[in-house]
């Protein structure tokens, strides 16, 4: 089919040739009620004229006898137009009038006929024409018969017949010229998109379709279209940024890892040496290993792969249970850890995953505060709470360390990051990261707050569960305070 | 056929004083089977096993893997997930079918919670994340080999003069009831239903709190000292013991 198919093919070319079926169907009907209405005005017309001179004749009949209707319709007769007249002896014999022949029986019925007819200077070879009469009999056997020629009305109804075939052809030639450059113009438009698509295809991901200042239904498509690939630029960025994080965080450790065992062997003078390295080399990895899972924890939560298990439970438990759990940490470290969650805080999502974010902000929270609380020589205390609001669970955890500075609030919840303040803590760097991945998870987010002093970090899900939302609402947070959510 | 009176007691490995042949100090000969298709990984695995005691066997994939399983008679099975042939899923459904109750370890390196729920739904009774240590390992593999014995079922545990009736809930040492909080109790009823097998610190997290992540800090190790200071103060004999490297031990006995 080649180009030309190609055109054929296209919507608007579509679009055209149903546009233009209805059209014409509409002017089809359009000039077939006009010929009717025509032909039926010019039926009324004859009617009426008929009726005024048969009635007419008829008067003159009965006042002057039959000698007075043949002199008027003889005189009458003799005038140009389409008028027909004819009067007859009771023999049937024509006495006046200018229709010469007529078929047989025609002139026996009194009233209306539509007839042939010839008038009475053509000869019998000559064409018959078509007539409106009517037929009077008068009395005494007199017959008079008034009648119009219908030629007239047929050439009306060619001119009719004409203008709608040559406006039906104008119609559907026009159209199918408009519908072919239309068409042709949406499909220069839609190649050039998909010329720049498989030019970003081909991995160039800074080209962006081309907008055209219509504001028409393409260059709305083609405007978010670019929309998209802004967001997915951003991605593709934020992705490149996580994986050279990854690669720094992975590889500092394994580096580690390497010179460890290399020094060992190089250094080593007995079995405790060689015990005391091996023995570091697997704490190392085993720390490796918690890392690469939480990463892994991380990208499944992120993509929402967990949502299989989630589960109806009470978070208000879930968080004692945390609290449980960490409270002879707290309290050999120095700090009493309290736990405010009351009343029963049904939820649906994982509870293991909630459980897990739960415990790495108590985990952060201990390991943060410890140290204060310990150089400050009195107690120090973090808060677990666990509460709703109108649309949300509250799952929240206080401390009275350090804190987080505002300006680096968003950044203390991506992923490896570690603020300058706490390298000398151990840690993996991923705790705020996975708490706010969870957080997203269940279509929340995870807000840090300044605890005056201190760090609040709060998960804030909502209550009626995780819902899939747009990527969009996930980017910016509503708060410019909050973290990134 | 409990394995405690079928299995002969094998020679154990030469006491070098590190932290495994702490661990198989007081355990029973076990027969195993290692379906698992990583060459290298199989015969570490034997070798380790070897040398604390016990006989293992390995097939490289699943037909093999359940051909052994359906012949052989065999305290535990370990079983990889993904093996040529036959996952070892499925392998595990067809001999639970086939009415073989022999306990079976997965080990995977699928080791997130849904994938743990799948492979304990198939049949499987413990699940070990890869990579794993061989200490995590023996320690599970031992529990499950003796729960196949049938013991524990007893409403009283005893250790020494330790004494924990798990229907009153009361806990006594010698003549003194020691008080406990629940959740202690809970931890203290798990460590003496395995008394004299190591138990890690995982295995605690999984079965007393019923987590199954990590924690970032060691948690347990504070709760197990709390514990340690009600039950062993004051008392000449300790019996909460620390195995390094491993986990933890309730038994009679210093060493």
Redesign the interface.
């Given at each position: 089919m080649g180009a030309l198919g190609k055109l054929f093919r296209t919507t608007a070319f579509k679009l055209t040739l149903v546009y233009l079926t209805i059209f014409a169907l509409f002017a089809v009907f359009l000039l077939g009620y006009l010929a009717f209405n025509t032909q039926r005005l010019f039926t009324d017309q004859v009617t009426e004229v008929v009726n005024a001179e048969t009635t007419g004749l008829t008067e003159q009949f009965n006042a002057g006898g039959i000698r007075r209707l043949t002199f008027i319709v003889e005189a009458r007769s003799r005038r140009p137009g389409s008028s027909l007249y004819l009067v007859t002896s009771p023999t049937g014999d024509g006495l006046a009038g200018n229709v010469g022949s007529l078929p047989t029986g025609v002139l026996d019925q009194s009233g209306w006929t539509e007839t042939v007819y010839r008038r009475i200077d053509e000869n019998e070879t000559s064409e018959l024409h078509r007539a409106l009469i009517r037929v009077s009999h008068l009395p005494g056997g007199f017959k008079l018969l008034v009648g119009r020629d219908l030629e007239e009305r047929d050439r009306l109804d060619n001119v009719v017949l004409d203008a709608g075939k040559w406006s039906a052809a104008a119609v559907i030639f026009l159209g199918l010229v408009g519908g072919f450059f239309v068409a042709r113009r949406v499909l220069r438009r839609v190649d050039a998109m998909t010329e720049t698509t498989q030019a970003i295809m081909g991995g160039d991901l800074s080209e962006r379709l081309p907008v055209g200042s219509s504001g028409d239904e393409l260059d709305r498509l083609a405007r978010n279209l670019n929309e998209m690939l802004d967001r997915i630029e951003a991605l593709m960025g934020g992705l490149k940024e996580v994986s050279d994080n990854i690669a720094h965080d992975l590889k500092t450790p394994l580096t580690r890892l390497r010179n460890r065992a290399e020094e060992a062997l190089r250094t080593a003078r007995g079995e405790d040496d060689y015990r005391a390295a091996l023995e570091t080399t697997?704490e190392e990895?085993?720390s490796l290993?918690?890392t690469f899972?939480a990463l892994?924890?991380i990208a499944?939560a992120e993509a929402g792969q967990?949502r299989?298990?989630m589960v109806e439970f009470d978070a208000a438990e879930a968080a004692r249970?945390i609290g449980?759990?960490?409270e002879?940490?707290a309290e050999?470290q120095g700090l009493t850890l309290t736990i405010a969650a009351p009343t029963a805080v049904p939820i649906h999502g994982?509870r293991?995953?909630i459980?897990?974010a739960l415990?790495?902000l108590v985990?952060n929270a201990?390991?943060y505060s410890a140290p204060a609380a310990k150089a400050a020589g009195t107690p120090s205390e973090v808060v677990m709470t666990a509460t709703t609001d109108d649309d949300h669970i509250l799952l929240g955890v206080s401390d009275r360390g350090p804190g987080i500075p505002a300006a680096d609030r968003r950044r203390a919840v991506e992923r490896f990051v570690r603020l300058e303040q706490s390298r000398s803590v151990p840690?993996?760097g991923l705790?705020l990261s996975l708490a706010a991945a969870v957080a997203h998870l269940h279509g929340g987010e995870l807000r840090l707050e300044d605890n005056e002093p201190g760090l609040r970090a709060t998960l804030i899900l909502p209550r009626s569960g995780p819902q899939t939302q747009p990527l969009a609402d996930r980017r910016a947070p509503p708060d410019p305070s909050a973290a990134k959510s | 056929m409990s394995y405690l009176s079928l299995r002969s007691r094998l020679a154990k490995s030469p006491a070098t004083g590190d932290a495994l042949s702490d661990q198989v100090g007081q355990s029973e000969s076990m027969r195993l089977l290692i379906i698992e298709d990583d060459r290298d990984a199989a015969e570490y695995l034997v070798r380790a096993f070897r040398e604390t005691g016990h006989v293992a066997d390995h097939a490289a994939d699943g037909e093999e893997g359940y051909a052994m399983a359906l012949d052989g008679d065999y305290d535990v099975l370990i079983v990889d997930r993904m093996l040529p042939k036959r996952d070892g899923l499925s392998v595990i459904g067809e001999l639970r079918n086939k009415k073989i109750e022999t306990p079976v370890l997965i080990l995977s390196a699928l080791g997130q919670v849904d994938d743990r729920v799948k492979g304990l739904r198939a049949g499987g009774d413990d699940y070990l994340p890869k990579p794993y240590s061989f200490s995590e390992l023996l320690a599970r593999v031992e529990v499950l080999a003796r729960r196949r014995g049938g013991r524990n079922e007893d409403t009283v545990y005893r250790v020494g003069d330790l004494e924990l009736d798990r229907l009153s809930h009361r806990v006594m040492r010698g003549t003194e009831e020691i008080p406990l909080q629940p959740r202690e109790f809970r931890l203290l009823e798990y460590l003496m239903k395995h008394a004299g097998q190591v138990v890690t610190r995982t295995m605690l997290l999984e079965n007393v709190w019923d987590y199954h992540f990590d924690p970032q800090t060691n948690v347990i190790d504070v709760h197990i000292s709390r514990l340690r200071s009600k039950i062993d103060k004051g008392f000449s004999q300790p019996l909460l013991h620390t195995i390094r490297g491993a986990g933890y031990m309730v038994r009679e006995g210093a060493r």
């Open positions: 697997i990895s085993d290993i918690k899972n892994l924890m499944r967990a299989g298990n249970s449980e759990l960490y002879p940490l050999e994982s293991e995953l459980s897990q415990a790495n985990d201990i390991k840690g993996s705790g | -």
